[in-house]
């Protein structure tokens, strides 16, 4: 079974891009979390989908940051003005509709210059 | 605010020298506590839920276990392979998002 794939593993950017991160959940996993750790500090919710719907969204920094999630599918989490600060290594988890264990992505490493 | 502190940050040891890493937690109402192994440049790798004071499970040389304000991850006689970054995160009651700790950078020498 396919595990949770995050594309692309690094992108390099400069401030005031665009940049859209991709995730592929585990095939039928209707909870899809998207996290971000930034340098030194701890892994950092930002929010999670149940299939298609936004259910919490509440660590998203700002209205620069937009998650989609097509059809309950794959995720994208779209940076737009991208800012410094923004940099970091972003993860995607999922997990089953009943159970609360979440299995992670390797992550994207998102570098703003 | 929930909030998970881990210690030590750093820990080496020599292979075969077992040890134990401290997870505290302050949580509304725990639903779950969660350990995680991240290597470099991959993502948490699951290894243990626990869900209720005194619960203990064990995998290989980890075996963890947990109290009202902590949790330990002992590590017996580890490996070379033990070298890991391991991870604590707790899951509220009522909520889907992990808060996790920053981590324990582990070194196991030969």
């Known amino acids: 079974e396919a595990g949770v794939t995050q594309f692309p593993s690094h992108s390099v950017i400069e401030k005031g891009q665009t940049v859209t991160l991709r995730c592929d959940p585990i095939?039928?996993?209707?909870?899809l979390y998207w996290y971000r750790r930034v340098m030194g500090k701890e892994i950092k919710f930002l929010l999670h989908?149940?299939?298609?719907?936004?259910?919490?969204e509440s660590g998203m920094p700002n209205n620069r940051f937009l998650a989609e999630r097509t059809g309950g599918t794959y995720s994208t989490l779209k940076v737009q003005p991208a800012e410094l600060e923004d940099s970091g290594v972003y993860f995607c988890?999922?997990?089953?509709?009943?159970?609360?264990?979440?299995?992670f992505g390797a992550g994207t490493r998102l570098s703003v210059l | 605010e929930d909030q998970v502190t881990q210690s030590p940050e750093a820990l080496r040891l020599q292979e075969g020298e077992s040890s134990s890493l401290n997870c505290s937690y302050t949580?509304?109402?725990?639903?779950?506590l969660f350990w995680y192994r991240q290597d470099p440049g991959k993502g948490p790798e699951f290894l243990f839920t626990?869900?209720?004071a005194g619960e203990e499970k064990e995998k290989e040389r980890l075996k963890a276990t947990l109290t009202k304000k902590e949790s330990f991850l002992h590590i017996t006689a580890p490996k070379p392979e033990d070298s890991a970054t391991y991870l604590c995160?707790?899951?509220?009651?009522?909520?889907?998002?992990?808060?996790f700790g920053t981590g324990t950078q582990l070194k196991v020498e030969l």
């Open positions: 626990l869900y209720s």
């Open positions: 988890a999922s997990s089953p509709r009943t159970r609360d264990i979440q299995y």
């Open positions: 989908f149940v299939k298609e719907s936004k259910q919490d």
């Open positions: 949580v509304s109402g725990l639903r779950g």
């Open positions: 095939s039928g996993h209707d909870n």
């Open positions: 995160a707790v899951l509220p009651g009522g909520g889907n998002k992990l808060t």
